[in-house]
């Protein structure tokens, strides 16, 4: 099958690198020459506008946010000229961004009026995970496509077969909510230890013998305890993921209070300028 994919961030990097590792044909799209040349000395084909990507029989995406994705394929403002406009009935839209139930239908409905398969498989951990082909992938949309896809998503992660379009992206969405709840309480209560006298790195060995054990702890606390905030899941990008979360849960008819209240100490992190650091750094916003 002839692959394009968009979307060569960190985690979209090495899913497309397996796709190649696969033996499968690829064209991909970057703005970064460095990027485009390492693609292309591992045989991908380079295209030079993301118009060239529909001509494929399966697309691709790995983008930051839904808006990225809907743009993508539908067209700036929803015009109708993105890539479903130019891709052939009978082709797959492949989306592995971490976007919301209700963006997800939306664009399995567009691409089947254009006679596109939809299939979502959101990444469900790291590019570290990717890079090894061991990144779960939660996956749902038309039954026809999953089966001509699964060989290869087992060639370049674990797939998990949740069926439907809401499913796919409810787990990974959960997964956050809950990591980032537990990150949030993990930050507070290093703080209260503080005013207790006691340093985090001298809480934490405590603490990981207890039931407050988690894996936030056993990660990102050290990391708390080290003042070592460099990224490798933003401030933004947990704010982002808690937004979507809390907005899927009331569209359900479920009030969120507990993950609502984690996300406004994300907010409050991202208003003090650490947006950008590790989202561990909502450990000095918990003051």
Same mark, same amino acid.
């Given at each position: 099958?002839?692959?394009?994919?968009?979307?060569?961030?960190?985690?979209?990097?090495?899913?497309?690198?397996?796709?190649?590792?696969?033996?499968?044909?690829?064209?991909?799209?970057?703005?970064?020459?460095?990027?485009?040349?390492?693609?292309?000395?591992?045989?991908?084909?380079?295209?030079?506008?993301?118009?060239?990507?529909?001509?494929?029989?399966?697309?691709?995406?790995?983008?930051?946010?839904?808006?990225?994705?809907?743009?993508?394929?539908?067209?700036?403002?929803?015009?109708?000229?993105?890539?479903?406009?130019?891709?052939?009935?009978?082709?797959?839209?492949?989306?592995?961004?971490?976007?919301? &139930?209700?963006? =997800?239908?939306? @664009? /399995? $409905?567009?691409?089947?009026?254009? !006679?596109? *398969?939809?299939?979502? %498989?959101?990444?469900?951990?790291?590019?570290?995970?990717?890079?090894?082909?061991?990144?779960?992938?939660?996956?749902?949309?038309?039954?026809?496509?999953?089966?001509?896809?699964?060989?290869?998503?087992?060639?370049?992660?674990?797939?998990?077969?949740?069926?439907?379009?809401?499913?796919?992206?409810?787990?990974?969405?959960?997964?956050?909510?809950?990591?980032?709840?537990?990150?949030?309480?993990?930050?507070?209560?290093?703080?209260?230890?503080?005013?207790?006298?006691?340093?985090?790195?001298?809480?934490?060995?405590?603490?990981?013998?207890?039931?407050?054990?988690?894996?936030?702890?056993?990660?990102?606390?050290?990391?708390?305890?080290?003042?070592?905030?460099? &990224?490798?899941? =933003?401030?933004? @990008? /947990? $704010?982002?993921?808690?937004?979507? !979360?809390? *907005?899927?849960?009331? %569209?359900?008819?479920?009030?969120?209070?507990?993950?609502?209240?984690?996300?406004?100490?994300?907010?409050?992190?991202?208003?003090?300028?650490?947006?950008?650091?590790?989202?561990?750094?909502?450990?000095?916003?918990?003051?």
């Amino acid at each position: 099958m002839r692959f394009s994919f968009l979307g060569l961030g960190n985690m979209g990097a090495p899913l497309a690198r397996n796709i190649l590792l696969a033996g499968e044909e690829l064209t991909v799209f970057t703005r970064r020459p460095e990027c485009a040349a390492a693609f292309a000395a591992e045989g991908a084909t380079v295209a030079t506008s993301v118009q060239e990507l529909a001509h494929c029989d399966v697309l691709c995406t790995c983008l930051p946010l839904p808006e990225h994705v809907r743009e993508a394929v539908l067209g700036a403002n929803g015009t109708g000229e993105g890539l479903y406009a130019a891709m052939g009935p009978g082709s797959i839209h492949l989306e592995f961004s971490t976007i919301d &139930p209700a963006t =997800a239908n939306s @664009l /399995a $409905a567009a691409a089947g009026a254009k !006679g596109v *398969a939809y299939v979502q %498989a959101t990444v469900g951990k790291t590019p570290q995970m990717a890079m090894k082909r061991e990144e779960p992938l939660f996956v749902g949309g038309n039954r026809a496509a999953v089966g001509t896809l699964w060989p290869l998503l087992e060639k370049i992660g674990q797939p998990h077969d949740v069926e439907n379009v809401d499913a796919a992206c409810a787990v990974k969405l959960l997964s956050n909510m809950i990591g980032m709840a537990n990150l949030a309480v993990l930050a507070e209560g290093l703080r209260i230890g503080q005013a207790a006298g006691m340093k985090p790195d001298a809480l934490l060995p405590l603490l990981q013998d207890t039931g407050a054990r988690s894996f936030q702890m056993d990660v990102r606390g050290p990391w708390m305890a080290a003042d070592d905030f460099s &990224p490798r899941f =933003a401030v933004d @990008l /947990a $704010a982002k993921d808690l937004r979507l !979360g809390c *907005a899927m849960a009331r %569209a359900w008819g479920f009030k969120p209070r507990l993950t609502e209240d984690a996300l406004g100490m994300f907010k409050k992190a991202q208003a003090e300028g650490l947006g950008g650091e590790d989202a561990c750094a909502v450990f000095k916003a918990a003051n």
